[in-house]
């Protein structure tokens, strides 16, 4: 029978990640957990809230925090090594030539200099450094079946940002998914009264799992 094991998670990387600091390690594998149990078709519309409980087990991680909906996984967010490079650069967005039904029929073009349809640059900023890594509670065998569909983490993944060269699951003899090394605050913790408004739980972005947290520095 699996168990569950503290762990530290290393994704060695390829390119630059776009992504804040943060970069919660279940959120990066919610999507391929409930593919994985649901099949690739699509089982939601715009705008829907995440999947149910009810319809999708729970992500190979143990569970921490309160006992109500305030719960979340006891995995720690990105822990990024002291040489990390942050800096942005951007891509330039252009219209599609390919909506012809936009082209004005008088001048039989598409006026991209100015207007609406004007290219324009959009800034990115990415973090890049040799590996990013977690600390969490969680089983090993069933972390890495679905660690190696993840091939790329953080956004413009189809640009080729984020690309993961490899993943390494290991036993660590501490827990710092929560407390880390001199007691550091190793992800977002539920707090009552005022904090900072943050996701919990993935979906990070879902209104229900978003509460006034105490944050890491």
Not at 35 to 55: D, F, H, L, T, Y
Not at 125 to 132: D, L
Not at 177 to 199: D, E, S, T
Request: hydrophobic share 35%; with cysteine.
């Amino acid at each position: 029978m699996s168990e569950f094991k503290q762990l530290r998670i290393r994704a060695y990387l390829q390119t630059g990640v776009i992504s804040d600091q943060f970069l919660p390690l279940d959120g990066i594998l919610y999507y391929h957990h409930v593919r994985s149990a649901m099949g690739e078709k699509i089982i939601s519309k715009p705008g829907e809230s995440n999947v149910r409980q009810a319809v999708c087990k729970l992500l190979p991680f143990k569970k921490a925090g309160p006992k109500d909906e305030a719960w979340f996984y006891h995995v720690s967010f990105a822990q990024w090594p002291e040489n990390t490079i942050e800096d942005s650069t951007f891509y330039v967005k252009r219209f599609d030539l390919n909506f012809s039904q936009l082209i004005d029929r008088k001048i039989r073009k598409v006026d991209a200099s100015r207007g609406q349809f004007k290219a324009y640059h959009v800034n990115v900023y990415y973090r890049h450094a040799e590996y990013v890594e977690w600390y969490c509670i969680g089983i090993p065998e069933e972390l890495e079946q679905l660690l190696k569909f993840c091939t790329h983490i953080g956004k413009k993944t189809a640009q080729g940002w984020g690309a993961v060269k490899e993943w390494e699951v290991k036993e660590w003899p501490e827990d710092w998914a929560v407390r880390g090394p001199g007691n550091k605050l190793m992800r977002a913790v539920p707090v009552l009264g005022n904090g900072f408004l943050y996701g919990v739980r993935p979906s990070y972005w879902n209104q229900r799992h978003i509460f006034p947290c105490k944050m890491p520095e």
